[in-house]
């Protein structure tokens, strides 16, 4: 039971351009949600959060959304630069699960020179 | 400050082995969970210790298990090895308040390859 869905698997955008990765939950007790970046033969480093009490979160080019009555969150990068290019992945926690983060399967942004 | 440790980065091992793997946090986090990353699965969540407690743990069988130190430092262990187990394994750190969801501060990660 995947609570946690990133239906692309990857995303190629020109530089400069906007990139947006998408992410679907089912479990309505989530109410914290992250994104991470990996790079190759790197542990995954935080991104950007979002409190299930908002509904948009801004860190200089990076944007989270939320819906919640959707179950969908988004993050857009503006503009997108190569060094982007990473896998992002979408995670997610309930107040009371500690470190418990329930993950997607991770996007593969390409952002292209 | 120094970020959190792994070792060891790779290891190979038969079927039927046991591996243990290592992970030291960042200095004054307590806490430190445990995920499987495979291809296609995203990161699985396997246990959390903090202070030397398990606090959580993930649908993983008995096979896997953890502990933590009084140093904060944590070793996972992984007994009766399948082909399966074959994956990165990433140990996180964070302050790990009650009710306070901290960003985890992740290792570089132990891949196993299980033959």
């Given at each position: 039971d995947?609570?946690?869905k990133?239906?692309?698997?990857?995303?190629s955008?020109?530089?400069?351009?906007i990139?947006?990765?998408?992410c679907?939950?089912t479990?309505?007790m989530?109410?914290?949600?992250?994104w991470?970046?990996k790079?190759?033969a790197?542990g995954?480093?935080?991104l950007?959060?979002?409190s299930?009490?908002?509904?948009?979160?801004?860190?200089g080019?990076?944007t989270?959304f939320l819906n919640?009555s959707?179950?969908?969150?988004?993050?857009?990068?503006?503009?997108?630069?190569?060094?982007?290019?990473?896998v992002?992945f979408?995670?997610a926690?309930?107040?009371t699960s500690?470190?418990?983060l329930?993950f997607?399967?991770?996007?593969?942004?390409t952002?292209?020179? | 400050?120094?970020g959190?440790?792994?070792?060891?980065?790779?290891?190979?091992?038969?079927?039927g082995q046991?591996?243990?793997l290592?992970?030291?946090?960042?200095?004054?986090?307590r806490?430190?969970?445990?995920?499987?990353?495979?291809p296609?699965?995203g990161?699985q969540?396997l246990?959390?210790?903090f202070?030397?407690?398990?606090?959580?743990?993930?649908?993983f069988?008995?096979r896997?298990?953890g502990?933590?130190?009084s140093n904060s430092?944590?070793?996972?262990?992984?007994?009766?090895?399948e082909l399966?187990?074959s994956?990165?394994?990433?140990c996180?750190s964070?302050l790990g308040?009650?009710g306070?969801?901290?960003?985890?501060?992740?290792?570089?990660g132990?891949?196993?390859t299980?033959?």
């Open positions: 995947q609570q946690v990133q239906n692309s698997p990857s995303l955008v020109q530089e400069g351009r990139s947006i990765l998408n679907d939950y479990n309505s989530f109410d914290y949600f992250l991470y970046k790079y190759p790197e995954p480093t935080f950007i959060s979002i299930s009490i908002k509904d948009k979160n801004e860190d080019r990076f989270v919640k959707a179950k969908h969150l988004s993050l857009h990068i503006v503009p997108s630069q190569p060094g982007d290019s990473a992002y979408c995670a926690s309930e107040e500690g470190s418990r329930t997607g399967e991770g996007t593969q942004l952002v292209n020179p | 400050k120094a959190v440790t792994q070792t060891p980065r790779y290891l190979i091992k038969t079927r046991q591996v243990t290592s992970c030291s946090p960042i200095s004054g986090h806490s430190v969970s445990w995920y499987q990353q495979t296609g699965q990161l969540f246990f959390e210790y202070s030397e407690t398990q606090r959580n743990k993930g649908n069988p008995g896997f298990s502990r933590q130190f430092r944590s070793e996972m262990n992984v007994s009766t090895l399966g187990d994956a990165l394994y990433l996180a964070s308040l009650a306070v969801i901290g960003e985890l501060f992740f290792g570089e132990s891949r196993l299980v033959l």
